[in-house]
């Protein structure tokens, strides 16, 4: 019963129920624990979460698809049911949608499957994070900036649209605005087709949480992320931002019962 119904759902956007992210290693990542399913789903599972999203909301011009890692990930999503879905969202009238993937999953024969059931407006997004693959390396992204490249270059040449995701004020990061203007700039000359600037925040069970609980991580305040996106709109004015779960940790840090030790 469970397997039928979403993790969540917002207007225009539906988080997938599915097994976890197969890397599950980055250490700000609190997402993995979103995945209470650990075998997979049929096509039939994920159709039914679909048409909860449906029956909630109706039709939309646009669906954010997230599934907590990737949607390319043959382990979170077999590759019939990735089929399947992006049929039936075809057969609804669904005509653009966005999925989320780790580079090594964005490759031609993973894509190309899908864009034979679905002649809508497919965007890609990468979780870039920063352009720094020292950084990169101690976040445990296990990816570089090569495979985000290859990846993107992909995209391109299969006309598809892409989207990156730059985390400012991650763990490690030396200079906040400096890192996140110099990953702007870089995913803007590879030529990613949106922009969406996060702000970090440490998730309760991580190693990021630990590292904030020991003084290690200094978290952005929410005027320095304001500083950021207004140099970042500079560069890419339709950049989309979010400070949604900074926010609310900063009013919940502020609770005794989860203050440092
Ligand atoms: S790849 Fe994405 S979902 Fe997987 S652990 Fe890293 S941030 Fe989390």
Known sequence: MLNTQPIRTWP???VLRCPPCSWGKCIFCGYTKDCIVESQLSGKDFLNQFRCYFERYGIPDHLEIYNSGSFLDDKQISPNSRIEIFRYLYEQGVWSV???SRPEYIRRDNLTPLLTEYKGDLTVCIGLEVADDVVLRKLRKGFSLKDVEKAQSLLKSM???SRAYILTGAPFTQSAVHQA???VQYAKRLGFDEISLLAAYPMEGTQGYELWRKGEWRLLDLKEFN???IAARQIMPG????????REFLKKS???NIKRR
């Open 159 to 161: 006309g598809l649209l």
């Open 12 to 14: 225009g956007t539906i």
């Open 239 to 246: 950049i989309d931002v979010s400070c949604f779960g900074l």
């Open 227 to 229: 500083n950021i996106v």
């Open 254 to 256: 502020r609770e005794p």
């Open 98 to 100: 966005a999925i989320e």
């Open 181 to 183: 203007i110099e990953s």
